[in-house]
T-cell receptor
Framework: GAGVSQTPSNKVTEKGKYVELRCDPI?????LYWYRQSLGQGPEFLIY????????DSGLPNDRFFAVRPEGSVSTLKIQRTERGDSAVYLC???????????FGPGTRLTVL | EDKVVQSPLSLVVHEGDTVTLNCSYE??????LLWYKQEKKAPTFLFML????IEKKSGRLSSILDKKELFSILNITATQTGDSAVYLC????????????FGTGTRLTIIP
C-alpha cells in the first residue's frame, strides 16, 4: 500500500485480556515506531525498530507491553493483562533509515472496559 | 528532561483569518523540528525544519525555526474550515535518538 496501515482500527477488550495490534509500514521503510496517544495529549514514544531488532524500547511502560518485527516489515504490539489505563490510540510510524520524517498510520483505538 | 510546549492549547477563528501557532522546546542535542496536522487519528506530515531563519512554505501554510530562542511558528493564512485540526509539533534529537518528542498540540477550529 501507499501508506502505513494498522489493524484493527478499533479494539474493545475486557480488563485482563491479551491484545495484539498490527502495523504494516510503507514498503522499503526499515525504521518502524510505535507511539501511544491519550486523549488531549501528543503521541508518546513506545519502541523503535531498525530492521528486525528493537533498537530502543525505552518507552514501553512495563513488561506487559512487547513488540516484534520478525521479518523486518510488519510489526505487532502485544499487550498482556490489559488494564483500563491502557486505553488510548496506538499509532505506528515508519521512515527511511536516516530520515527524520516519520509517516504515521491511522492508529488503533484501544478501549479496555 | 526534554520538553516541547505548544501554545495556545486551542484557538477558534473565523474563516479567512490568519493564525500563528507556537512551539517552544527545551532539549539537549537538538536535530530537527517537525509539524504535523492531526484531523482524526493519523498525524500527517507538514514540515521539517533544521536551520534557523529559513522559511518552509506549502500553499497557505508556512513555518520557520529560531534555534537561538528555541522556538518555531506555524502560520496559516486565509484559513478554511478544512484547516480545523490538532496541530502537533515534535522534536528529534541527535546521537542515536530516533524517537520524536511531541507537544500536546494546538486544537484549531475554523468557524465558517
Amino acid at each position: 500500500g501507499a501508506g502505513v496501515s494498522q489493524t484493527p482500527s478499533n479494539k474493545v477488550t475486557e480488563k485482563g485480556k491479551y491484545v495484539e495490534l498490527r502495523c504494516d509500514p510503507i514498503s522499503g521503510h526499515t525504521a518502524l515506531y510505535w507511539y501511544r496517544q491519550s486523549l488531549g495529549q501528543g503521541p508518546e514514544f513506545l519502541i523503535y525498530f531498525q530492521g528486525t531488532g528493537a533498537a530502543d524500547d525505552s518507552g514501553l511502560p512495563n513488561d506487559r507491553f512487547f513488540a516484534v518485527r520478525p521479518e523486518g516489515s510488519v510489526s505487532t504490539l502485544k499487550i498482556q493483562r490489559t488494564e483500563r489505563g491502557d486505553s488510548a490510540v496506538y499509532l505506528c510510524a515508519s521512515s527511511l533509515t536516516g530520515s527524520d520524517t516519520q509517516y504515521f498510520g491511522p492508529g488503533t483505538r484501544l478501549t479496555v472496559l | 528532561e526534554d520538553k516541547v510546549v505548544q501554545s495556545p492549547l486551542s484557538l477558534v477563528v473565523h474563516e479567512g483569518d490568519t493564525v500563528t501557532l507556537n512551539c517552544s522546546y527545551e532539549v539537549t542535542n537538538f536535530r530537527s523540528l517537525l509539524w504535523y496536522k492531526q484531523e482524526k487519528k493519523a498525524p500527517t506530515f507538514l514540515f521539517m525544519l533544521t536551520s534557523s531563519g529559513i522559511e518552509k512554505k506549502s500553499g497557505r501554510l508556512s513555518s520557520i525555526l529560531d534555534k537561538k530562542e528555541l522556538f518555531s511558528i506555524l502560520n496559516i493564512t486565509a484559513t478554511q474550515t478544512g484547516d480545523s485540526a490538532v496541530y502537533l509539533c515534535a522534536v528529534r534529537l541527535n546521537f542515536g535518538n530516533e524517537k520524536l518528542t511531541f507537544g500536546t498540540g494546538t486544537r484549531l477550529t475554523i468557524i465558517p
